[in-house]
């Protein structure tokens, strides 16, 4: 009977000492687990803490080649003006939102600032879209190619001779090509090459009409 009891308390000591591993394993599973995922989560915030600092620098480099650009632009067009252009980077919501601020300084010290379009006119928001999308071609890499259909047309005989002037020096400084429809005689002599379209019986012909 003795012998029996002893048994049957070896067998519940045996049960228990392999159900003892069994949770001591499990709990080393655990914790190996709680280790590897506290590892991840160090490694992913020290992934995104490198994103952040890249996407930093590249929106600080980028945002300072654009107002350099857009500033010279405006002032190379609209020489008798005190113009400068400011890029204000806004963070809502992940995403980065920057807007393009334009200044100008009068002689009697008084400063107007604001967006192009609602405070200067359509000629300075057309020099800006310009040169926004040429920073867009260069940024992806794309074919340095602007066709721009009647873009100029806000232009009065003050500024279109600065404008036309300025598409020239892009072309020959930042090797673009610009195909540009216009009806302005002034646009039209500043091209290296220009052609005028007729019209005759439902077809189109181009006639060279510069060297």
């Known amino acids: 009977m003795a012998e029996e009891r002893l048994r049957a308390l070896n067998n519940t000591l045996r049960l228990a000492q392999g159900r003892r591993e069994e949770v001591r394993r499990s709990l080393q599973g655990a914790r190996d687990a709680v280790t590897r995922i506290e ?17 930093d620098g590249e929106i600080t480099e980028g945002v300072t080649a654009i107002q350099s650009l857009q500033t010279e632009g405006v002032r190379a067009v609209f020489h008798d003006q005190d113009l400068t252009v400011r890029a204000d980077v806004e963070v809502s919501r992940g995403k980065v939102n ?11 010290g008084d400063v107007i600032e604001g967006l192009a379009l609602d405070g200067f006119g359509g000629a300075v928001s057309t020099v800006q879209g310009i040169l926004l999308r040429l920073a867009i071609l260069f940024r992806r890499g794309l074919r ?14 003050r500024y279109v001779h600065n404008m036309a ?3 020239k020096t892009l ?9 540009l429809v216009t009806h302005n005689p002034a646009l039209v002599d500043a091209g290296d090459r220009a052609y005028r379209i007729r019209r005759d019986k439902g077809f189109c012909t181009f006639h060279r009409i510069t060297p």
């Open 39 to 55: 590892n991840e989560s160090q490694l992913l915030d020290h992934v995104a803490a490198l994103l952040h600092t890249l996407i």
């Open 144 to 157: 340095p190619v602007l066709f721009l259909d009647e873009t100029l047309p806000a232009f009065d005989d």
């Open 165 to 167: 002037a300025f598409l």
């Open 98 to 108: 920057v807007s393009l601020v334009t200044t100008q300084r009068k002689e009697n």
């Open 171 to 179: 072309c020959k400084r930042m090797g673009v090509d610009i195909l």
